[in-house]
């Protein structure tokens, strides 16, 4: 089955920039998106169709696509950033969805 | 005010059913694509199941095919998960999801804050 691999963790201190990879072999056809989830929350959309940010979304979070990698860069990371991330797609069918493996981005 | 919200969840014993809901509220539901995500204890997001606007496109997860029954009821704004032999592994957090696409993959805009289920003996 399809998956999208991402790094485990990111370690970032206030003010630096952030970028969490998502690698899957039908990036180049599909968008990817990317999502937010603090503990105890469900998960918030925070980038769609690879780069566009949603209303609401602070100006610092955007992506970005090349090939079969899309990344989700956070600039000026925040204390408020520290969450898990997952980057989501679908396979190249366009039928099965797919979430990444996720990554925890801890603010030090 | 956009909102799904998730209910039905509970502690079953392995083999046993569980019939979940999530109700919409603040949209057009019929416009919408609709899905499933699961998250086991301390575990990713996963994808379970997808219907289309008009319920007659359905898609499945390896894991849950064969066994899961995705359906909607439009006079009732509501979305139905019908879980059958169900699995230790399938403990988890069950979130209803609105996907904002129609016809092709698009984002999951809007979910609700989920139902836990549990699988044990």
């Known amino acids: 089955s399809y998956e999208l691999t991402q790094p485990p963790s990111v370690s970032v201190s206030p003010g630096q920039t952030a970028r969490i990879t998502c690698s899957g072999d039908?990036?180049?056809?599909?968008?990817a998106y990317w999502y937010q989830q603090k503990p105890g929350q469900a998960p918030v959309l925070v980038i769609y169709?690879?780069?566009e940010r949603p209303s609401g979304i602070p100006e610092r979070f955007s992506g970005s696509s090349s090939g079969t990698t899309v990344t989700l860069t956070i600039s000026g990371v925040q204390a408020e950033d520290e969450a898990d991330y997952y980057c989501?797609?679908?396979?190249?069918?366009?039928?099965?969805?797919?979430f990444g493996t996720g990554t925890k981005v801890t603010v030090l | 005010e956009v909102q799904l919200v998730e209910s039905g969840g509970g502690l079953v014993q392995p083999g046993g059913s569980l019939r979940l809901s999530c109700v919409a509220s603040?949209?057009?539901?019929?416009?919408?694509?609709m899905n499933w995500v699961r998250q086991a204890p301390g575990k990713g997001l996963e994808w379970v199941s997808y219907?289309?606007?008009?319920?007659?496109?359905?898609y499945y997860a390896d894991s849950v095919k064969g066994r899961f029954t995705i359906s909607r009821d439009y006079a009732k704004n509501s979305l139905s998960l019908q879980m059958n032999s169900l699995r230790v592994e399938d403990t988890a957090l069950y979130y209803c999801?609105?996907?904002?696409?129609?016809?092709?993959?698009?984002?999951?805009?809007?979910w609700g804050q989920g139902t836990l289920v549990t699988v044990s003996s």
């Open positions: 999801a609105r996907e904002g696409g129609v016809g092709e993959p698009d984002a999951f805009d809007v």
């Open positions: 603040g949209f057009i539901f019929s416009s919408y694509e």
């Open positions: 219907i289309s606007g008009g319920g007659n496109t359905i």
């Open positions: 039908a990036l180049p056809k599909q968008y």
């Open positions: 169709k690879d780069s």
């Open positions: 989501q797609s679908a396979d190249s069918s366009g039928t099965s969805r797919v």
